[in-house]
Protein backbone atom coordinates (compact mmCIF):
# COMPACT_ATOMS: atom_id res chain seq x y z
CA UNK A 1 0.00 0.00 0.00
CA UNK A 2 3.08 2.41 0.59
CA UNK A 3 4.01 1.54 -3.12
CA UNK A 4 0.66 3.14 -4.07
CA UNK A 5 1.11 5.86 -2.16
CA UNK A 6 4.65 6.45 -3.08
CA UNK A 7 3.94 6.48 -6.80
CA UNK A 8 1.33 9.07 -6.79
CA UNK A 9 3.40 11.02 -4.84
CA UNK A 10 6.07 10.68 -7.32
CA UNK A 11 3.52 11.62 -10.20
CA UNK A 12 2.49 14.50 -8.33
CA UNK A 13 5.97 15.90 -7.79
CA UNK A 14 7.08 15.48 -10.90
CA UNK A 15 3.94 17.40 -12.36
CA UNK A 16 4.57 20.26 -9.91
CA UNK A 17 8.71 20.16 -11.43
CA UNK A 18 7.04 20.76 -14.67
CA UNK A 19 4.41 23.29 -13.95
CA UNK A 20 7.42 25.34 -12.50
CA UNK A 21 9.79 24.57 -15.31
CA UNK A 22 6.55 25.97 -17.87
CA UNK A 23 6.38 29.33 -16.01
CA UNK A 24 9.90 29.44 -15.62
CA UNK A 25 10.24 29.43 -19.17
CA UNK A 26 6.89 31.93 -20.18
CA UNK A 27 8.80 34.29 -17.43
CA UNK A 28 12.06 33.96 -19.40
CA UNK A 29 10.62 34.19 -23.00
CA UNK A 30 8.31 37.63 -21.75
CA UNK A 31 11.46 39.51 -20.30
CA UNK A 32 14.05 38.44 -22.91
CA UNK A 33 11.37 40.29 -25.32
CA UNK A 34 11.60 43.53 -24.13
CA UNK A 35 11.18 46.43 -26.41
CA UNK A 36 14.55 46.33 -28.22
CA UNK A 37 15.56 49.69 -29.69
CA UNK A 38 14.86 50.10 -33.18
CA UNK A 39 18.27 50.84 -35.62
CA UNK A 40 16.61 53.60 -38.33
CA UNK A 41 18.81 54.23 -41.18
CA UNK A 42 20.04 57.73 -41.59
CA UNK A 43 21.30 59.57 -44.75
CA UNK A 44 22.80 62.56 -45.05
CA UNK A 45 22.72 64.69 -48.74
CA UNK A 46 21.32 67.71 -50.07
CA UNK A 47 17.27 68.57 -51.14
CA UNK A 48 17.16 69.23 -54.54
CA UNK A 49 13.70 69.05 -54.76
CA UNK A 50 10.63 70.14 -53.21
CA UNK A 51 7.05 69.09 -54.13
CA UNK A 52 3.65 69.40 -52.18
CA UNK A 53 0.75 67.65 -53.76
CA UNK A 54 -2.24 66.78 -51.98
CA UNK A 55 -0.99 67.86 -48.92
CA UNK A 56 1.57 65.49 -49.08
CA UNK A 57 4.97 67.88 -48.53
CA UNK A 58 7.99 65.59 -49.91
CA UNK A 59 11.99 66.99 -50.20
CA UNK A 60 13.83 65.26 -52.83
CA UNK A 61 17.28 64.48 -51.44
CA UNK A 62 20.84 63.35 -53.50
CA UNK A 63 23.77 62.62 -51.71
CA UNK A 64 26.09 63.83 -54.09
CA UNK A 65 25.39 66.91 -56.23
CA UNK A 66 27.46 69.82 -57.93
CA UNK A 67 26.57 72.99 -57.34
CA UNK A 68 26.12 73.44 -61.18
CA UNK A 69 24.12 70.50 -61.64
CA UNK A 70 21.87 72.03 -58.60
CA UNK A 71 21.57 75.42 -60.29
CA UNK A 72 20.86 73.83 -64.02
CA UNK A 73 18.45 70.85 -62.67
CA UNK A 74 14.48 69.86 -62.62
CA UNK A 75 13.23 67.10 -61.28
CA UNK A 76 13.53 64.43 -64.23
CA UNK A 77 17.29 65.40 -64.37
CA UNK A 78 17.50 64.81 -60.80
CA UNK A 79 15.81 61.23 -60.89
CA UNK A 80 18.65 60.87 -63.70
CA UNK A 81 20.98 61.44 -61.63
CA UNK A 82 20.01 59.16 -58.56
CA UNK A 83 20.37 56.19 -60.91
CA UNK A 84 23.27 56.61 -59.91
CA UNK A 85 22.72 57.20 -55.91
CA UNK A 86 21.07 54.31 -54.34
CA UNK A 87 20.15 56.39 -51.41
CA UNK A 88 18.63 59.07 -53.52
CA UNK A 89 15.02 59.58 -52.22
CA UNK A 90 12.00 61.90 -51.62
CA UNK A 91 11.08 61.96 -47.67
CA UNK A 92 7.88 62.87 -46.94
CA UNK A 93 8.26 65.84 -44.02
CA UNK A 94 5.95 67.77 -41.95
CA UNK A 95 4.32 71.25 -43.63
CA UNK A 96 6.18 73.15 -40.76
CA UNK A 97 9.47 71.11 -41.77
CA UNK A 98 9.15 71.45 -45.86
CA UNK A 99 8.60 75.17 -45.20
CA UNK A 100 11.52 75.66 -43.15
CA UNK A 101 13.80 73.76 -45.58
CA UNK A 102 15.10 75.46 -48.99
CA UNK A 103 16.08 73.42 -51.70
CA UNK A 104 19.98 73.58 -51.53
CA UNK A 105 19.84 73.29 -47.77
CA UNK A 106 22.13 70.08 -46.84
CA UNK A 107 20.35 67.40 -44.86
CA UNK A 108 20.51 64.50 -42.19
CA UNK A 109 17.57 62.01 -42.04
CA UNK A 110 16.75 59.41 -39.63
CA UNK A 111 14.12 57.41 -41.63
CA UNK A 112 11.79 55.03 -41.12
CA UNK A 113 11.98 51.24 -41.79
CA UNK A 114 8.89 51.17 -43.84
CA UNK A 115 9.45 52.67 -48.06
CA UNK A 116 7.21 53.27 -51.08
CA UNK A 117 8.25 51.53 -54.04
CA UNK A 118 8.93 53.60 -56.74
CA UNK A 119 11.91 54.84 -58.34
CA UNK A 120 13.07 56.96 -56.25
CA UNK A 121 11.77 55.71 -53.22
CA UNK A 122 9.82 57.58 -50.58
CA UNK A 123 10.75 57.25 -46.80
CA UNK A 124 9.18 58.08 -44.20
CA UNK A 125 10.99 60.73 -42.24
CA UNK A 126 11.50 60.40 -38.18
CA UNK A 127 13.98 63.00 -37.87
CA UNK A 128 15.60 65.54 -40.18
CA UNK A 129 18.32 67.94 -39.12
CA UNK A 130 20.04 71.19 -41.14
CA UNK A 131 23.53 70.83 -41.52
CA UNK A 132 25.72 74.12 -42.28
Known amino acids: MNKKIFKKGTAMHYQKIMLCILISMFIVTGCSNKDKKEEYPVYEGTVVYKTDQSDMYKLFVLQNISEEDLKKGNLEYF ?17 ETYESIEVGQKVKITSGLDQLESFP ?3 FV ?7
Open 79 to 95: VKLAQDQPEASFYLVEK
Open 121 to 123: PIR
Open 126 to 132: KRIEKIN
